[in-house]
């Protein structure tokens, strides 16, 4: 998974990142968490932005404008055991979670380039 500027929390297995500042671009630095999603029945890799602590509230509006490779990058950088450079991309999903409280989300689009 890849947060844009959210106050999201990551699957994690510790609640904390495994390493930080891994990797940046269009404003924002990413830490990488690792967890186990039992209730799927797979390990997740979040890249989620550094941060101390929890935005009190989120901007209006917002985008990420990233290279997805590159965070297939840092995975492999890092040798992890559950990424492969055998495994390929399948799905592309965008969204937004409302984690608590009332809440409503408008998405104007969304757009992928593949090459």
């Known amino acids: 998974m890849v947060w844009g500027g959210n106050a999201s929390y990551p699957i994690s297995d510790t609640g904390s990142p495994i390493f930080t500042n891994v990797y940046s671009a269009d404003g924002y630095t990413w830490d990488l968490y690792y967890g186990n999603n039992a209730a799927a029945g797979y390990h997740t890799y979040s890249f989620v932005p550094h941060r101390t602590t929890v935005p009190t509230q989120l901007p209006a509006s917002g985008h990420i404008n990233v ?17 492969t450079e055998s495994m390929y991309l399948d799905v ?8 608590q409280g009332d809440g409503s989300v408008q998405t104007t689009y969304f757009t992928v380039n593949a090459y």
Not at 92 to 99: H, K, L, R, S
């Open 67 to 83: 290279d997805l490779r590159q965070f297939f990058n840092v995975l492999k950088a890092k040798n992890y055991a559950y990424y």
């Open 92 to 99: 592309v999903e965008a969204g937004c979670e409302i984690t």
